[in-house]
């Protein structure tokens, strides 16, 4: 049994989950975010992106990247693995190609709670908290934030 304060980690998890799955909607917000990370910013779109390859976690995004790799004669710059709708806002913004990978939220949503599940019994850790219907509502948040750009 946890104790009150081993519930302030996960709490914290959660809510940070929660936060950031708003925040992926949201290009100004995203970008400046990830920009005060001082993270290497290859994966984002940048103006050397020539493609825009994203989808929610577990939806077959490094599959699709690497199909659509070796089909190149050239190296491509590809804006891709950071699971926000904000990369597929704004290559479209910049009228980049882009390609949405989707998968049945039913599976993706399982597929990444299992990897979680996987995460903490490899580390003997509960990092990540976040339960099966905060995943689904990030799946759902991710999608619909990018439908008004469906075309």
Same mark, same amino acid.
């Given at each position: 049994?946890?104790?009150?304060?081993?519930?302030?980690? &996960?709490?914290?998890?959660?809510?940070?989950?929660?936060?950031?799955?708003?925040?992926?909607?949201?290009?100004?917000?995203?970008?400046?975010?990830?920009?005060?990370?001082?993270?290497?910013?290859?994966?984002?779109?940048?103006?050397?992106?020539?493609?825009?390859?994203?989808?929610?976690?577990?939806?077959?995004?490094?599959? #699709?990247?690497? #199909?659509?790799?070796?089909?190149?004669?050239?190296?491509?710059?590809?804006?891709?693995?950071?699971?926000?709708?904000?990369?597929?806002?704004?290559?479209?913004? &910049?009228?980049?190609?882009?390609?949405?990978?989707?998968?049945?939220?039913?599976?993706?949503?399982?597929?990444?709670? #299992? /990897?979680?599940?996987?995460?903490?019994?490899?580390?003997?850790?509960?990092?990540?908290?976040?339960? /099966?219907?905060?995943?689904?509502?990030?799946?759902? &948040?991710?999608?619909?934030?990018?439908?008004?750009?469906?075309?």
């Amino acid at each position: 049994m946890l104790t009150n304060l081993e519930y302030v980690p &996960r709490l914290f998890s959660s809510i940070t989950y929660e936060l950031r799955s708003i925040v992926a909607t949201s290009p100004p917000l995203f970008f400046t975010l990830l920009a005060s990370k001082k993270q290497s910013l290859t994966q984002a779109v940048n103006k050397n992106t020539d493609i825009v390859i994203e989808g929610f976690p577990r939806s077959g995004n490094r599959f #699709a990247v690497g #199909a659509f790799k070796q089909a190149q004669n050239d190296a491509v710059n590809i804006a891709t693995h950071l699971h926000a709708p904000s990369q597929i806002i704004r290559g479209t913004q &910049r009228s980049l190609p882009v390609l949405v990978v989707i998968r049945k939220p039913s599976e993706a949503v399982t597929s990444f709670k #299992a /990897l979680i599940l996987e995460s903490h019994d490899r580390l003997n850790t509960f990092l990540h908290p976040w339960s /099966l219907s905060q995943i689904l509502r990030s799946n759902t &948040r991710f999608y619909t934030s990018i439908l008004p750009i469906k075309e």
